[in-house]
């Protein structure tokens, strides 16, 4: 992950389990608070300006929570559409009423 605001830039790479992290005091407690355990630090620019130096770490370290891995996908649960669900019901074979008519249908006449 990286991380830039006007004259810094960092860049922050894992390291082998169980390292720790490799960083100034300020960018250890950050990554700390974000639960980085293990990470190499690199930057580049003026870092005597703490809060640009903290800003940028913040930053970087909000870019990796805004991506999705697959496994944080939520789960898709997909209904029938009313298509499938009612085409059994309009299969099936109705007994046919038949109606008697009691009067003959009218007839427009012109």
């Given amino acids: 992950m990286t991380g830039s605001l006007w004259l810094w830039a960092g ?3 894992p390291c082998p389990r169980g390292t720790g992290i490799i960083s100034a005091p300020v960018l250890k407690k950050l990554l700390l608070l974000a639960s980085i355990d293990d990470c190499y630090t690199s ?3 003026c870092t005597a300006t703490l809060g640009n130096f903290a800003k940028a770490t913040f930053e970087a370290i909000s870019k990796t929570y805004s991506y999705l891995t697959p496994d944080l ?3 898709m649960l997909f209904t029938k559409s009313p ?3 009612f085409t059994d ?3 099936k074979t109705h007994t046919r ?3 008697q008519r009691t009067q003959a249908p ?3 006449t012109t």
């Fill in 43 to 45: 930057v580049r620019g």
């Fill in 106 to 108: 009218a007839v427009a």
């Fill in 73 to 75: 996908w939520k789960q």
């Fill in 83 to 85: 298509h499938q669900e």
């Fill in 89 to 91: 019901h309009l299969i």
């Fill in 11 to 13: 860049e922050y790479r």
């Fill in 97 to 99: 009423v038949s109606l």
